[in-house]
């Protein structure tokens, strides 16, 4: 056989034969050959699990918050599984939380998960990628209290880090807001804000510089 004619055969057998199915691996032969789970997969599994559990129980105990508008069992139910351990995003759960604190009076409570927030990852995975949103938080929480100063500071900080879709216009309204029960005055605040665009331009702004430049500016102001 001539070597053309023979590639030519052997060409036309290979598209004429059907492909092979790819072998599928199951879930329970992976876990069979890991019975130590040295790469964490049972783990996962029984995480994600518990996690989901833990979703269907907050949103039916809002849910039923609604109906029997009894917020000590909605708070009890959020509680259990925001400081369950369970490793998943819990970051709009955690702040439905600090809103029921708020309403139930219990603004100690509130506070202190928002700072829990900051450090413990089994609520939010990236704690420093949502701090605007918990300076945010304790913010309107100081704003309730009717600590304006501390109020402002705080709404000042909510705003040192970027954000996509920052609301200027909102930001201007809360701001303006709290200066009238205040004693600071939209110019001297403005200008405030004017230096720390300035700095932030040349170097990167700190909470700690921030607060430092807020209180010496406003040490004398209530």
């Given amino acids: 056989m001539g070597l053309l004619k023979f590639l030519k055969e052997t060409i036309k057998e290979a598209l004429e034969e059907p492909p092979k199915e790819k072998q599928q691996i199951s879930l329970e032969q992976i876990l069979a050959e890991d019975p130590g789970d040295k790469y964490g997969l049972k783990k996962m599994i029984v995480n994600d699990k518990k996690a ?6 907050l949103n039916n105990a809002y849910g039923e918050y609604k109906e029997d508008k009894d917020i000590d069992k909605c708070i009890a ?3 259990r599984c925001i400081h369950s351990g369970v490793l998943w995003n ?4 955690a702040i439905t939380l600090v809103k029921l604190y708020m309403d139930n009076h219990q603004n100690n409570k509130a506070w ?3 700072n829990q927030m900051i450090v ?3 609520i939010i995975p990236d704690p420093m990628a949502e701090l605007t949103t ?3 938080w304790q913010y309107k929480i100081l704003k309730q209290e009717g600590k304006n100063v501390d109020a402002l500071r705080m709404l000042v900080l909510s705003r040192l880090t970027p954000v996509p879709g920052f609301d200027t216009k909102k930001f201007i309204q809360e701001y303006k807001s709290l200066l009238k029960e205040t004693s600071i005055t939209e ?3 403005t200008s405030f804000l004017n230096m720390l665009t300035y700095k932030a331009k040349r170097t990167t702004l700190t909470e700690d510089t921030v607060i ?3 209180d010496i500016t406003f040490k004398n102001k209530n």
């Avoid at 989901?52 to 129980?57: A, L, R, S």
């Fill in 52 to 57: 989901d559990k833990e979703i269907e129980d």
């Fill in 77 to 79: 139910v959020y509680e």
């Fill in 90 to 93: 819990k970051k709009n759960f």
């Fill in 112 to 114: 202190g998960l928002l």
């Fill in 120 to 122: 413990d990852k089994s």
């Fill in 134 to 136: 918990i300076r945010y």
């Fill in 187 to 189: 110019e001297e605040f």
């Fill in 212 to 214: 430092k430049q807020f």
